[in-house]
């Protein structure tokens, strides 16, 4: 039997400081410039002091980072493997920055859940694509431009996104933006997009934002995920599939997806019926982080523990 779906206190708009990303305002604007012109093997050594830099500069990275790899490999983490942790991101990072800027990257979806994801990218109707802070998965929004599938970006605005910037301006026929951190407008965003027939892509896995949560079985614990993508797909009659991407080379993706769920109008039974999709997809991404770790980039609290009932 599930547990009520709980929800976290919203922050308080009147104290809560404007969303940024750490680093310098030039960073992401150096980082490409680097990488275009700096010859590999100084840049690759440059991007590793610039790593041991942001290791060192950000404890409470620092922190979440190891108490998540000790949660992965059930020992305390060591310093190299927090090190190796944001790098890996770093090298991701310069993946998006790539695309942003105009190179092209390919995007392969692995079997079994091709067919299912396929025929939602190129249907005319919307739907609802659900993903994580996993690895290249902040570029498969943008990659369903490639299907010309119009579709609605869930993020965090910040104030220094280089990344987000120029993705939105490369793929700006095709994708939109919702804030997440404007919760006073998202409900309607969200609504007023798969009314006009604009598929929604939304993170499933941070609940700071999210007004409905439940528990699910993930990395040796009951833990909270947001659970607003399945309410919206019985409000709406929308299909959802969850996907993640894992880097296959420097500028590739090898997209894993869930199944595709879709409601048939049984309100009771759609709910059961999610929880279950939801359990299976999360199983699937434990699964390919016992396989390489270092792809969950989530840099803050692990998703905690549901209350005990």
């Known amino acids: ?58 404890p409470a990275q620092r922190r979440h980072s190891a108490a998540y790899l000790t949660q992965v490999f059930g020992r305390p983490a060591r310093f190299r493997e927090v090190f190796h942790h944001f790098h890996v991101f770093t090298q991701l990072l310069l993946a998006k920055l790539r695309a942003a800027g105009g190179a092209p990257h390919r995007c392969e979806v692995a079997p079994p859940g091709g067919d299912g994801f396929f025929a939602l990218a190129h249907a005319a109707t919307p739907a609802l694509f659900g993903t994580m802070h996993f690895g290249n998965s902040d570029l498969l929004g943008f990659l369903l431009a490639d299907f010309q599938k119009r579709v609605a970006v869930v993020r965090l605005r910040v104030g220094n996104s280089r990344d987000t910037r120029e993705l939105g301006r490369r793929f700006a026929e095709w994708v939109e933006f919702l804030w997440v951190n404007e919760p006073e407008n998202i409900p309607f965003a969200l609504k007023d997009a798969l009314a006009r027939g604009v598929s929604v892509a939304m993170k499933c896995d941070r609940p700071e934002f999210s007004a409905k949560l439940e528990a699910f079985d993930f990395l040796g614990a009951r833990r909270l995920f947001p659970f607003t993508i399945y309410h919206l797909a019985l409000v709406f009659g929308a299909p959802v599939v969850h996907c993640v991407g894992v880097p296959a080379a420097r500028d590739a993706t090898l997209v894993h997806t869930s199944p595709v769920f879709r409601p048939t109008g049984d309100r009771r039974a759609d709910l059961a019926a999610a929880r279950a999709h939801f359990q299976e997809f999360l199983r699937t991404v434990e699964e390919l982080l016992r396989r390489d770790p270092y792809l969950w980039f989530n840099f803050g609290p692990l998703n905690p523990p549901a209350p005990a009932t």
């Open 1 to 58: 039997m599930n547990p009520p779906a709980a929800t976290l206190p919203a922050a308080d708009p009147a104290t809560a400081r404007p969303a940024r990303n750490p680093g310098p305002a030039w960073g992401y604007a150096f980082l490409q410039w680097a990488d275009r012109w700096l010859p590999a093997g100084l840049f690759a050594f440059g991007v590793r002091v610039g790593v041991l830099i942001a290791v060192l500069g950000m």
